[in-house]
Protein backbone atom coordinates (compact mmCIF):
# COMPACT_ATOMS: atom_id res chain seq x y z
CA UNK A 1 0.00 0.00 0.00
CA UNK A 2 1.01 3.79 -0.59
CA UNK A 3 -0.15 7.06 -0.12
CA UNK A 4 0.15 8.87 -3.27
CA UNK A 5 -1.24 12.38 -1.96
CA UNK A 6 -0.60 13.10 1.44
CA UNK A 7 -3.48 15.40 3.21
CA UNK A 8 -2.22 17.85 5.97
CA UNK A 9 -3.88 20.38 8.29
CA UNK A 10 -2.79 24.50 8.18
CA UNK A 11 -0.08 23.70 10.64
CA UNK A 12 1.48 20.86 8.17
CA UNK A 13 0.03 18.32 10.55
CA UNK A 14 -0.37 15.23 8.51
CA UNK A 15 -4.11 13.68 8.77
CA UNK A 16 -3.70 10.41 7.80
CA UNK A 17 -4.70 7.77 9.75
CA UNK A 18 -2.19 5.50 10.48
CA UNK A 19 -3.18 1.78 11.34
CA UNK A 20 -6.76 1.72 13.31
CA UNK A 21 -7.72 2.73 16.73
CA UNK A 22 -7.08 -0.48 17.99
CA UNK A 23 -3.88 -0.85 16.07
CA UNK A 24 -1.95 2.49 15.17
CA UNK A 25 0.62 0.79 12.76
CA UNK A 26 0.75 1.39 9.27
CA UNK A 27 3.21 -0.32 7.05
CA UNK A 28 3.83 1.22 3.57
CA UNK A 29 6.22 0.92 0.82
CA UNK A 30 6.60 4.24 -0.61
CA UNK A 31 7.99 4.57 -4.71
CA UNK A 32 8.65 8.58 -4.77
CA UNK A 33 7.52 8.44 -8.33
CA UNK A 34 4.05 7.51 -7.87
CA UNK A 35 3.61 10.21 -5.45
CA UNK A 36 1.41 13.09 -7.00
CA UNK A 37 4.53 15.81 -6.43
CA UNK A 38 6.92 12.93 -7.07
CA UNK A 39 8.47 13.42 -3.38
CA UNK A 40 6.88 13.29 0.25
CA UNK A 41 6.73 16.68 1.10
CA UNK A 42 7.01 18.54 4.46
CA UNK A 43 4.77 17.51 7.47
CA UNK A 44 4.80 16.23 10.69
CA UNK A 45 2.69 13.45 12.80
CA UNK A 46 2.58 12.30 16.00
CA UNK A 47 3.95 8.90 15.27
CA UNK A 48 7.23 7.66 15.25
CA UNK A 49 8.12 6.89 11.54
CA UNK A 50 11.08 4.08 10.45
CA UNK A 51 12.49 3.69 7.38
CA UNK A 52 14.28 1.64 4.72
CA UNK A 53 15.19 2.17 1.87
CA UNK A 54 15.06 -1.02 -0.39
CA UNK A 55 15.97 0.52 -4.26
CA UNK A 56 18.06 3.78 -4.98
CA UNK A 57 18.77 6.73 -2.69
CA UNK A 58 16.05 8.66 -0.96
CA UNK A 59 17.10 12.52 0.57
CA UNK A 60 15.30 12.65 3.77
CA UNK A 61 15.11 15.78 5.29
CA UNK A 62 14.30 16.44 8.80
CA UNK A 63 13.92 19.62 10.97
CA UNK A 64 17.52 21.34 9.72
CA UNK A 65 19.17 18.47 8.44
CA UNK A 66 19.18 16.32 5.33
CA UNK A 67 20.29 12.47 5.29
CA UNK A 68 21.22 10.94 1.44
CA UNK A 69 20.81 7.30 1.95
CA UNK A 70 21.06 4.34 -0.27
CA UNK A 71 19.62 0.87 -0.52
CA UNK A 72 20.15 -1.00 2.73
CA UNK A 73 20.39 1.93 4.85
CA UNK A 74 17.31 3.40 7.09
CA UNK A 75 16.16 6.17 9.21
CA UNK A 76 13.98 6.91 12.85
CA UNK A 77 11.91 10.26 12.58
CA UNK A 78 10.79 10.93 15.88
CA UNK A 79 6.97 12.29 16.61
CA UNK A 80 6.59 15.64 15.73
CA UNK A 81 9.63 16.40 13.72
CA UNK A 82 8.60 18.00 10.29
CA UNK A 83 10.14 15.87 7.62
CA UNK A 84 10.18 15.60 4.17
CA UNK A 85 11.56 12.33 1.48
CA UNK A 86 12.72 13.06 -2.10
CA UNK A 87 14.78 10.85 -4.53
CA UNK A 88 18.69 11.25 -4.46
CA UNK A 89 19.28 9.41 -7.37
CA UNK A 90 16.64 7.12 -9.79
CA UNK A 91 12.89 9.15 -9.28
CA UNK A 92 11.53 5.22 -8.82
CA UNK A 93 13.74 4.92 -5.53
CA UNK A 94 11.45 3.51 -2.73
CA UNK A 95 11.78 2.88 0.66
CA UNK A 96 9.31 0.97 3.64
CA UNK A 97 7.98 3.33 5.82
CA UNK A 98 6.70 2.57 9.13
CA UNK A 99 4.40 4.65 10.99
CA UNK A 100 3.38 3.85 14.73
CA UNK A 101 1.91 5.67 17.51
CA UNK A 102 4.59 4.40 19.93
CA UNK A 103 2.54 6.01 23.14
CA UNK A 104 0.08 4.18 22.26
CA UNK A 105 1.65 0.60 21.49
CA UNK A 106 4.35 0.85 23.67
CA UNK A 107 3.62 2.21 26.67
CA UNK A 108 1.18 -0.91 27.81
CA UNK A 109 -1.11 1.42 29.87
CA UNK A 110 -1.31 5.04 30.50
CA UNK A 111 0.98 6.16 34.19
CA UNK A 112 3.16 2.63 33.36
CA UNK A 113 6.34 2.48 34.54
CA UNK A 114 7.25 1.51 30.74
CA UNK A 115 5.49 4.94 29.79
CA UNK A 116 7.09 6.76 32.38
CA UNK A 117 10.88 5.80 32.25
CA UNK A 118 11.47 4.50 28.16
CA UNK A 119 8.56 6.46 26.29
CA UNK A 120 7.73 10.07 27.62
CA UNK A 121 11.66 10.82 27.96
CA UNK A 122 12.39 10.14 24.81
CA UNK A 123 8.83 11.20 22.31
CA UNK A 124 9.76 14.00 20.90
CA UNK A 125 13.16 15.07 22.84
CA UNK A 126 14.75 17.48 20.94
CA UNK A 127 18.08 15.76 20.55
CA UNK A 128 16.32 12.71 19.13
CA UNK A 129 14.90 14.09 16.07
CA UNK A 130 16.29 11.52 13.76
CA UNK A 131 18.87 8.44 13.84
CA UNK A 132 20.58 7.16 10.27
CA UNK A 133 21.04 3.38 10.51
CA UNK A 134 23.70 1.95 8.41
CA UNK A 135 24.02 -1.95 8.23
CA UNK A 136 27.90 -0.89 8.39
CA UNK A 137 27.36 -0.23 12.21
CA UNK A 138 26.71 -3.26 14.75
CA UNK A 139 24.39 -2.06 16.71
CA UNK A 140 22.33 -0.16 13.61
CA UNK A 141 22.12 -4.29 12.65
CA UNK A 142 18.99 -5.62 14.56
CA UNK A 143 16.85 -2.50 14.25
CA UNK A 144 17.26 -2.58 10.22
CA UNK A 145 16.54 -5.93 10.90
CA UNK A 146 13.22 -5.26 12.64
CA UNK A 147 12.36 -2.80 10.25
CA UNK A 148 12.19 -5.76 7.45
CA UNK A 149 10.51 -7.95 9.92
CA UNK A 150 7.67 -5.37 10.63
CA UNK A 151 7.54 -5.43 6.75
CA UNK A 152 7.43 -8.85 6.30
CA UNK A 153 4.59 -9.64 9.41
CA UNK A 154 2.91 -6.82 8.38
CA UNK A 155 2.50 -8.23 4.70
CA UNK A 156 2.00 -11.82 5.31
CA UNK A 157 -0.74 -10.85 7.59
CA UNK A 158 -0.91 -14.51 9.88
CA UNK A 159 -2.30 -15.36 12.53
CA UNK A 160 -1.07 -13.25 15.63
CA UNK A 161 0.95 -10.39 13.06
CA UNK A 162 0.18 -7.94 15.23
CA UNK A 163 1.28 -9.15 18.69
CA UNK A 164 4.68 -9.97 16.76
CA UNK A 165 4.71 -6.74 15.24
CA UNK A 166 4.71 -4.45 18.47
CA UNK A 167 7.19 -7.42 20.09
CA UNK A 168 8.95 -6.32 16.67
CA UNK A 169 9.09 -2.64 17.40
CA UNK A 170 9.32 -2.84 21.11
CA UNK A 171 12.39 -4.06 20.47
CA UNK A 172 13.51 -1.80 17.61
CA UNK A 173 12.75 1.37 20.42
CA UNK A 174 14.27 -0.81 23.34
CA UNK A 175 17.57 -0.91 20.90
CA UNK A 176 17.43 2.81 19.84
CA UNK A 177 16.77 4.54 23.24
CA UNK A 178 19.51 2.18 25.07
CA UNK A 179 21.64 4.19 22.60
CA UNK A 180 20.44 7.35 22.13
CA UNK A 181 19.17 8.03 25.74
CA UNK A 182 22.38 10.49 26.75
CA UNK A 183 21.50 12.53 23.58
CA UNK A 184 21.97 16.47 23.90
CA UNK A 185 18.95 19.21 23.25
CA UNK A 186 20.23 20.98 20.13
CA UNK A 187 20.59 24.79 21.23
CA UNK A 188 17.42 26.18 19.62
CA UNK A 189 15.79 23.09 17.99
CA UNK A 190 13.11 23.79 19.71
CA UNK A 191 12.61 27.92 18.95
CA UNK A 192 13.40 27.02 14.73
CA UNK A 193 11.00 24.61 15.21
CA UNK A 194 7.84 26.54 16.10
CA UNK A 195 8.92 29.22 14.31
CA UNK A 196 8.54 27.14 10.93
CA UNK A 197 5.63 25.81 11.76
CA UNK A 198 4.16 29.14 12.20
CA UNK A 199 5.45 30.31 8.72
CA UNK A 200 4.16 27.37 7.00
CA UNK A 201 0.97 27.61 8.57
CA UNK A 202 0.77 31.39 7.52
CA UNK A 203 1.26 30.43 4.26
CA UNK A 204 -1.27 27.88 4.29
CA UNK A 205 -3.70 30.07 5.79
CA UNK A 206 -3.08 32.55 2.91
CA UNK A 207 -1.72 30.65 -0.15
CA UNK A 208 -4.70 32.33 -2.38
CA UNK A 209 -3.40 36.04 -1.38
CA UNK A 210 -0.54 38.22 -2.67
CA UNK A 211 1.65 37.63 0.07
CA UNK A 212 5.32 39.47 0.64
CA UNK A 213 7.71 38.46 2.64
CA UNK A 214 7.19 40.74 5.77
CA UNK A 215 3.46 39.58 6.22
CA UNK A 216 5.22 36.22 6.00
CA UNK A 217 7.67 36.85 8.70
CA UNK A 218 5.46 38.84 10.97
CA UNK A 219 3.30 35.73 11.45
CA UNK A 220 6.23 33.78 13.31
CA UNK A 221 7.75 37.53 15.13
CA UNK A 222 10.44 37.47 13.41
CA UNK A 223 12.81 39.54 10.54
CA UNK A 224 12.61 39.56 7.08
CA UNK A 225 16.39 38.58 6.88
CA UNK A 226 15.96 36.09 9.92
CA UNK A 227 13.21 34.35 8.25
CA UNK A 228 15.07 33.89 4.82
CA UNK A 229 17.98 32.37 6.68
CA UNK A 230 15.19 30.22 9.04
CA UNK A 231 13.48 28.96 6.14
CA UNK A 232 16.80 28.11 4.13
CA UNK A 233 18.10 26.24 7.11
CA UNK A 234 15.86 23.94 8.13
CA UNK A 235 13.49 23.40 4.71
CA UNK A 236 16.11 23.95 2.41
CA UNK A 237 14.40 26.33 0.19
CA UNK A 238 13.18 30.13 0.11
CA UNK A 239 10.18 31.32 1.55
CA UNK A 240 8.81 31.85 -1.76
CA UNK A 241 9.83 28.74 -3.38
CA UNK A 242 7.64 26.42 -0.76
CA UNK A 243 4.52 29.04 -1.25
CA UNK A 244 5.02 28.19 -4.98
CA UNK A 245 5.00 24.42 -4.41
CA UNK A 246 2.23 24.81 -1.94
CA UNK A 247 0.06 26.75 -4.39
CA UNK A 248 0.94 23.91 -6.85
CA UNK A 249 -0.01 21.67 -4.26
CA UNK A 250 -3.52 23.02 -3.92
CA UNK A 251 -4.47 23.62 -7.70
CA UNK A 252 -3.77 19.56 -8.01
CA UNK A 253 -6.73 18.75 -5.96
CA UNK A 254 -8.97 21.63 -7.73
CA UNK A 255 -7.48 19.57 -11.19
CA UNK A 256 -8.66 16.56 -9.93
CA UNK A 257 -12.03 17.34 -8.04
CA UNK A 258 -13.18 20.54 -10.52
CA UNK A 259 -14.09 21.74 -13.68
CA UNK A 260 -12.46 24.88 -13.40
CA UNK A 261 -10.63 26.42 -16.32
CA UNK A 262 -6.62 26.48 -15.92
CA UNK A 263 -6.84 29.88 -15.33
CA UNK A 264 -9.52 29.93 -13.01
CA UNK A 265 -7.32 27.66 -10.52
CA UNK A 266 -4.53 29.91 -11.20
CA UNK A 267 -6.02 32.99 -9.84
CA UNK A 268 -7.31 30.63 -7.05
CA UNK A 269 -4.24 29.52 -5.99
CA UNK A 270 -2.59 32.67 -5.68
CA UNK A 271 -0.69 32.65 -9.17
CA UNK A 272 -1.17 36.07 -11.02
CA UNK A 273 -1.44 35.32 -14.33
CA UNK A 274 -2.21 31.66 -16.18
CA UNK A 275 1.21 31.58 -17.40
CA UNK A 276 2.79 32.01 -14.77
CA UNK A 277 1.29 28.99 -13.36
CA UNK A 278 1.86 26.52 -16.02
CA UNK A 279 5.35 28.19 -16.56
CA UNK A 280 5.63 26.69 -12.95
CA UNK A 281 3.74 23.70 -12.65
CA UNK A 282 5.41 22.26 -15.96
CA UNK A 283 8.91 23.07 -14.53
CA UNK A 284 8.31 21.13 -10.94
CA UNK A 285 6.22 18.13 -12.61
CA UNK A 286 6.82 17.61 -16.18
CA UNK A 287 3.70 18.53 -17.67
CA UNK A 288 1.27 21.63 -17.82
CA UNK A 289 -1.85 21.45 -16.49
CA UNK A 290 -3.89 20.17 -18.51
CA UNK A 291 -1.60 17.20 -19.37
CA UNK A 292 -1.93 16.54 -15.72
CA UNK A 293 -5.69 17.28 -15.97
CA UNK A 294 -5.98 14.38 -18.87
CA UNK A 295 -3.48 12.21 -17.34
CA UNK A 296 -5.37 11.57 -14.32
CA UNK A 297 -9.42 11.74 -16.09
Not at 29 to 53: M, P, S, T
Not at 100 to 119: N, T, V
Request: proline share 3%; with cysteine; net charge neutral.
Amino acid sequence: MQITDIRIDGNKRETTVHGSYDFPLAVYLDRLDKNLLGYVNWHWHEEIQLALVTKGEVAFHVNRDVHILAAGQGIFINSGCLHMAKPAAAPDSTYICVNADAARLLSFFPGSAIEQKYLKPYLKHPGLAAVVLDSGVEWHKPILAGIEEIYRLHTNDAFGCELDIAVALAGVWRRLIARCRDAAPAAGENTDHRRIKTVMAYIHDHYPEKLTLGEIAAAASISKGECCRLFKRVAGCTVFAYLIGYRIDKSLELLQTTDLTVSQIADRVGFGTASYYIENFKSRLACTPREYRKAGS
